[in-house]
């Protein structure tokens, strides 16, 4: 599925200065799973329902269907941001949580190196190896984003 020798073969370093940039400022989508759904629910306290109407969208795909994710304010920050940070840090998304391990960061070396121009975090701190990163990919197929056929 992934090349035998990536341009992160010897691994990457990252380590997340809570800078809030991949949370702010540009439009962007925070597509969720069932399990981000569940946790984001309890969190605050919410039911399904109301949690998807107060703090969710649906958008449109490639395909037939819609994908779940989270909102954005008018300025563009996550619904879930405040001036204190993610308001549900410990329960944020996967999407959230495996950044900057995307693949459609990881697909180049040029992808990588663009996204550090923005990232404080990356190229510096822990070193995370080649399998660690895999496993971070291998997540998403492990955790689906919600879908629904388009209406």
Known sequence: MYPKSPFYNNGLRFSCKHCSACCRFEAGFVFLSLKDSSL????????NEQFLETYCRWVPSDNKETQLSLKEKANFDCILWSEEGCTVYEARPLQCRAFPFWQSILNSKKNWEYTAQDCPGIGHGTLHSKEIIINWLNQRQLEPIITRSKI
């Open 40 to 47: 984001l629910e309890n969190a605050l306290c919410l039911e």
